[in-house]
């Protein structure tokens, strides 16, 4: 589970020497806010982040603050636009969710954040939000626990371990500290991910379905095989994960 930064309109341009600099320092993946906000804030700078990153070798994702009195589906195209140069390079958008302006309420935040995940198209959406502010402003909904969610929870521990909240009981990223400097590059956030296991193999899935009818011990498989906890998917259908582990993964 490696080390990942996100930045922002806050941490300014990165030049490809910087680019270089977190990668040697242990970054492997950047997430890149594609905001271009009027004064008085930072002017936005993603189009000097990406390549910088991606040319370090740094994998890169994005990710798109949905301020709730604007349109979502406005918000998300245009970020898709801002990513669009090296969209094939970019692993996923995270629909960022901690606004609290707007004036909508809980039915009207829900249905935003879902007319901007279904925005996202083809490319691969993710939640970003923290416990505090799900359970008060999104009325606790487990509405989107079938995306992927990274968690803002600054508790300084480089892992993925987070409050259940949404119908989430893991976070696929956590953001665990702010405000770093790495490589000479300022106003970072630190993360930490979990790794996608390695495919499996033709013969590892018949092992693992085996298990699931005869009831096999663990000891006579290559693998182990549990059902995981169950989750609620837009339909409102539950959704029973089969998780499978190699041994030595």
């Known amino acids: 589970m490696p080390l990942a930064i996100d930045v922002s309109n806050f941490t300014g ?10 990668r040697e320092a242990g970054v492997q993946r950047g997430v890149v806010g594609t905001q271009y906000p009027g004064a008085p804030y930072p002017a936005g700078c993603a189009h000097l982040q990406l390549p910088a990153l991606i040319d370090a070798g740094i994998a890169v994702e994005a990710y798109v603050y949905l301020w709730f009195a604007h349109d979502a589906v406005a918000q998300v195209r245009d970020a898709l636009d801002v990513i669009g140069p090296w ?13 609290e302006s707007g004036g909508l309420d809980v039915v009207g935040r829900v249905a935003a954040v879902a007319s901007a995940v ?18 008060a402003w999104m009325g606790g909904t487990s509405a989107f626990s079938m995306l992927p969610l990274w968690a803002a929870q600054y508790d300084g521990r480089a892992d993925v371990e987070v409050r259940p909240f949404g119908g989430w009981t893991r ?3 956590k953001q665990y500290a702010e405000d770093a400097t790495i490589g000479g590059v300022e106003r970072l956030d630190l993360n930490w991910y979990e790794e996608a296991p390695r495919p499996l193999s033709e013969a590892e899935f018949g092992y693992a379905f085996a298990a699931l009818y005869r009831g096999w011990g663990g000891g006579q498989l290559p693998v182990s095989v549990r059902w995981g906890d169950a989750v609620r998917g837009a339909d409102g259908e539950e959704i029973h994960p089969l998780l499978v582990r190699g041994r030595g993964i």
């Open 87 to 99: 969209r094939d390079r970019i692993g996923r958008l995270w629909i960022d969710v901690e606004d």
């Open 171 to 173: 976070a696929a990223m």
């Open 118 to 135: 279904e925005a996202c198209g083809a490319m691969p959406a993710g939640i970003y939000s923290a416990a505090w502010y799900w359970d």
């Open 13 to 22: 341009p990165i030049d490809a020497a910087r680019g270089r600099a977190l």
